[in-house]
């Protein structure tokens, strides 16, 4: 099945037509939940045949003892799905499923399982492996893992081939990751093979692995802290020794990478730096060269799944070179996949290239030299009545300009009026990253005449600021921006209702 609706296009302020992803479509459909059920955590393998298998926890909720592994299958590029047909159904919570594929063609599906101890709370009883010899048809029984020193095993990244043929796992304890190797493809992985990687003392958790066609391995650990970013580690020798950690300003989690056909690698996290909303947004971003250093990547949103829990993302790289991207839909209870295309991820322009030449209006907000005028409540407006002038709070950043909402149906309004007018061709306006960007842009002619310039092109912000041109230079005395977020179809139960948040907004 296909989403509904096309990614959009969208102008630069160059004037040139961009395709970006839009985070709140989906390309395929894996499967709906059933019961209440909601899909979790999934992991997806593309077998040599061509065959698409993808794995996911069924569950209510993040955490409930009620979850099973379920798994479907496809053979015509995820167009027809069948399934769901359960892997794993204890008497715990089975969650957090990987797939990989050994030499053989031999398929490993890897988790753990969480149960409630009454005496001692949660209790990790390791995690398990499963094995398939038939396509994942069928699985045999499960082996559980153990590793020295290691309470409470955990993994949440998927297995991969070294390039001396061995299966590496990526798993995690109390502060330790590690990597547990199997010689005998995948049917045992001894406690006495296990690496821990040396993370510089840093307080860990999940650890995802990839190993490039090179031979080059690669070791991408999420920190406890996510407000630290991450750490990167590399092999070169098929995980036998690991170099020292490199840090990330990528503060991610659940994250996953593939390799392309050009060598670059594409990598899919739920994003926690705030930049694109208080929600858990995908992003993917590309990295040219692996194997030195990464730069200070500017991720893309791909994927929106509307509340605050996480998508998950899981990438299979397709013999066309896109890359198929499966996630939760947190919302419509849906297993759901979304074609990635490495050109859209570079298509969005740099911050500081939208902005040049532009006077901030927030900044002479700030200064002084402006006014607020709002019918919105909020953490960034003082509190006096609706609809009059006031200034900001003082000592908020330009980011933290968070303006609430309006009242139930109505459409609220930000608008500044400046202290002496401006010659302005073109407004520019971001809202938050994350939140619905329907809004029309007006601005007052030297009589006080507002006059609408149109709405924002975007559907969802990409990371760059939204020009909207006058058809003829103006001196301006005010900008408005008019928010049709209370209007939204966004489901009703998406727990995080849309606020009316202003970033940036400019005029040059």
């Not at 499923?97 to 149960?115: E, I």
């Not at 930049?275 to 971003?285: E, K, N, P």
């Not at 896109?322 to 996949?337: I, S």
Request: hydrophobic share 40%; proline share 7%; aromatic share 6%.
């Amino acid at each position: 099945m296909l989403g509904q609706r096309a990614p959009e296009a969208a102008r630069t302020a160059a004037g040139t037509i961009r395709r970006a992803p839009d985070p709140l479509t989906w390309d395929l459909l894996v499967a709906r939940g059933r019961w209440k059920r909601r899909y979790h955590f999934p992991g997806a393998v593309r077998l040599p045949g061509g065959t698409l298998l993808v794995a996911a926890r069924s569950g209510v909720e993040h955490v409930d003892h009620r979850g099973r592994i379920e798994v479907f299958r496809s053979t015509d590029e995820g167009r027809t799905w069948t399934g769901p047909h359960t892997a794993r159904d204890s008497r715990g919570d089975d969650r957090d499923p990987k797939l990989a594929v050994t030499p053989t063609g031999r398929v490993l599906l890897t988790g753990f399982t969480r149960r409630d101890d009454r005496s001692r709370g949660p209790v990790r009883t390791g995690v398990f492996v499963l094995r398939s010899d038939d396509d994942g048809r069928t699985w045999d029984v499960p082996t559980l893992l153990a590793a020295p020193g290691a309470d409470h095993l955990t993994s949440h990244g998927a297995a991969t081939i070294a390039a001396d043929g061995s299966v590496l796992l990526p798993v995690y304890g109390r502060n330790l990751a590690m990597v547990m190797r199997s010689t005998d493809d995948g049917l045992t992985f001894p406690p006495e093979q296990v690496v821990v990687l040396d993370c510089a003392g840093a307080q860990t958790t999940e650890v995802v692995l990839l190993a490039l066609r090179s031979g080059l391995l690669l070791a991408w650990v999420r920190l406890a802290d996510e407000r630290l970013g991450s750490l990167l580690l590399r092999s070169e020798d098929s995980g036998a020794s690991w170099s020292a950690p490199e840090h990330l300003p990528i503060a991610q989690s659940s994250a996953d990478m593939v390799e392309l056909d050009d060598g670059r690698v594409l990598v899919a996290f739920g994003d926690l730096s705030g930049r694109f909303g208080v929600r858990r947004v995908t992003c993917a971003a590309l990295v040219d060269d692996p194997a030195g250093p990464w730069p200070a990547t500017a991720p893309a949103p791909v994927w929106d799944a509307i509340n605050f829990d996480q998508a998950n993302p899981s990438l299979v790289a397709l013999p066309d070179g896109d890359v198929l991207m499966f996630v939760t839909d947190y919302t419509r209870r849906a297993l759901v996949g979304k074609r990635l295309k490495a050109d859209e991820l570079r298509a969005a322009p740099s911050d500081a290239r939208q902005q040049e030449g532009a006077v901030d209006l927030l900044a002479l907000v700030d200064a002084g030299r402006a006014l607020v005028r709002t019918n919105m409540r909020g953490r960034a407006v003082t509190d006096s009545p609706d609809d009059t002038l006031g200034p900001l709070r003082p000592g908020l950043g330009l980011d933290d300009a968070v303006l609430g909402a309006a009242a139930p149906g109505a459409c609220g309004h930000y608008t500044v009026v400046f202290e002496r007018p401006l010659e302005v061709r073109e407004v520019g306006v971001a809202l938050r990253p994350g939140e619905d960007q329907r809004a029309w842009v007006g601005v007052a002619d030297g009589d006080g005449l507002w006059h609408r310039l149109g709405r924002l092109p975007h559907g969802w912000r990409f990371g760059d600021v939204d020009w909207l041109p006058l058809p003829a230079p103006l001196s301006v005395h005010g900008v408005r921006v008019v928010t049709e977020s209370n209007r939204s179809p966004r489901p009703p139960k998406a727990r995080a209702t849309p606020e009316v948040a202003v970033t940036r907004l400019m005029v040059r």
